[in-house]
């Protein structure tokens, strides 16, 4: 197979259309190709008088050789996923704690290999954790056991759907290959910012599950991981208290995945005294941004292209003189801020877009990192104290009702409290309540952030706008703990795998979801 590189598309065009000009462009007789695809769609617009997609494609094509002369054109390198021989006991039931996306591909990897695992689930299924999440969003009802954070999908599923990695690996591919074969739309697997949408992904969630069950996996939502077993330093059961029917019920276990994420710090606090050996790690905190999308737009493609062009999204970055760090993270085009508390008396945000990206505003998390030598005090769990602190914070200063604290940046900048809003009006429901983020923010947090959002307008005009929103407090961007495994992934007790974001190692070794 071919692949045709830098291929730049001035006008919308259909794929047909795509085919027919690079046949004219090569001279390829149609009845020589046997298969093509789609291998990348990008947008240029580096250059804002040259805005353009560009494209590369796949092509299976007779006399491949003597196309070979051209500058764009390459053989294809193949790519294998690893072999992966398992000697588990078929009879033993792998068992699951979390129903994110890292729980749900270690499922569904269980199940190709003839494995039926059980995936333990605190939260509801992906259309009653709906209703959950209206609730809160419409009468500020709080459900700690299923809302953004907890239930079947795992908090990327009120989010974006946004497909990033920061590694290369085949399994990136077979990530996207199994989304778009439980729904997701084809065109993720060669957008370069590929992304599902909340309202594609809870019909994707229902199918992975539905196929599960169907290959002899089983779930069990509405059930709080409680404890685990050990003997001979191996994990051999584990306890499962029932939710809805307060029962408490004992399972055995010789595997035991912990894909439990960023937010489950019961059970962070559990397996500590049990053992499981962690550390404290970096995560970020900030606030949540909001521009209105036209702006950005602007921004971004200029006002002279006539290309029917995707809401616009940015990732920017800020190394403060301090040795800080600023940059933006999951931005939303076209999105809301979301309500995002797991825990009583608390303000969490996050950002949610559907597929079409269609919203009045754009918004992004801004962040500062944190080190544990800003909260160290010889416990590893300090850094979830860390974060709860200024949730706690952020929830008072809101009112104590779930409405979150918000600030103009130019007021935000001044360290003075907002009494109005400007062009930009906020997104985040329940409510609002205009205030100083200043007061609950750690100097080092909120020196960076106005650093940061002032350089980052020399990047992107209009980001420092005085009329921009900030809503406080995102803190949840990653996990604050890393639960120690070896090099075959296996905690200090043997059986237990920790993985995925709540073990904090999402971004760095595995596909991630949000």
Not at 44 to 64: G, M, Q
Not at 427 to 438: A, D, M, Q, R, V
Request: overall charge positive; proline content about 4%; glycine content about 8%.
């Amino acid at each position: 197979m071919l692949k045709i590189s830098n291929i730049k598309i001035y006008k919308n065009i259909s794929n047909e259309e795509l085919l027919n000009l690079i046949i004219k462009k090569y001279n390829i007789p149609k009845q020589d190709i046997n298969e093509w695809h789609i291998s990348k769609k990008s947008i240029d617009a580096r250059k804002k008088d040259d805005v353009h997609f560009s494209y590369s494609i796949n092509i299976d094509i007779k006399s491949e050789d003597k196309y070979l002369k051209f500058k764009n054109i390459s053989k294809v390198k193949d790519s294998f996923l690893p072999k992966v021989e398992l000697n588990l006991n078929k009879n033993i039931k792998p068992v699951i704690i979390g129903c994110g996306p890292c729980g749900l591909f270690a499922a569904l990897t269980f199940i190709q290999y003839g494995y039926k695992p059980i995936i333990v689930e605190q939260g509801d299924t992906v259309d009653n954790r709906q209703r959950t999440v209206d609730n809160f969003i419409t009468n500020g009802i709080l459900n700690v056991n299923s809302n953004v954070q907890f239930g079947e999908g795992g908090a990327g599923t009120f989010s974006d759907g946004k497909l990033n990695s920061s590694i290369s690996s085949p399994y990136c591919k077979k990530v996207l290959d199994e989304f778009v074969k439980f729904g997701a739309p084809e065109q993720i697997l060669y957008l370069t910012k590929p992304h599902i949408g909340t309202d594609n992904l809870i019909n994707i969630i229902r199918n992975m599950r539905e196929y599960i069950i169907s290959n002899g996996g089983e779930f069990l939502f509405n059930t709080k991981f409680m404890d685990f077993k050990t003997k001979n330093n191996a994990v051999s059961g584990i306890q499962l208290l029932h939710l809805d029917t307060n029962l408490v019920e004992e399972h055995k276990c010789n595997v035991l995945l912990l894909a439990i994420g960023h937010s489950s710090r019961d059970t962070f606090k559990k397996i500590y005294e049990k053992g499981l050996i962690l550390e404290p790690k970096n995560f970020s905190v900030g606030v949540r941004i909001e521009h209105l999308q036209s702006e950005i737009n602007k921004a971004q493609y200029g006002s002279i292209t006539k290309l029917k062009l995707p809401s616009a999204d940015y990732k920017l970055a800020y190394h403060s003189p301090s040795g800080r760090s600023c940059y933006t993270f999951c931005m939303c085009p076209g999105g809301i801020v979301m309500p995002s508390s797991s825990e009583k008396n608390t303000i969490v945000t996050n950002g949610m877009s559907y597929f079409a990206r269609n919203g009045k505003n754009a918004n992004s998390a801004v962040l500062v990192n944190v080190t544990p030598f800003d909260f160290s005090n010889g416990n590893p769990l300090a850094g979830v104290d860390f974060q709860k602190d200024l949730e706690e914070k952020a929830f008072i200063l809101g009112g104590s009702n779930y409405f979150a604290p918000i600030q103009r940046f130019e007021d935000f900048d001044k360290n003075a409290k907002s009494t109005s809003v400007g062009i930009v009006q906020p997104s985040y429901k329940p409510g609002i309540t205009l205030c100083n983020l200043n007061d609950i923010m750690p100097d080092f947090v909120s020196t960076t952030l106005k650093e940061g959002i002032k350089y980052f307008d020399t990047k992107l005009h209009g980001f420092a706008n005085p009329d921009s929103i900030l809503t406080g407090m995102e803190t949840r961007s990653s996990s604050p703990v890393k639960i120690l495994r070896n090099q075959h992934f296996v905690s200090n007790i043997s059986g237990i795998y920790p993985c995925g974001e709540g073990a904090g190692y999402a971004g760095r070794y595995n596909v991630c979801c949000c």
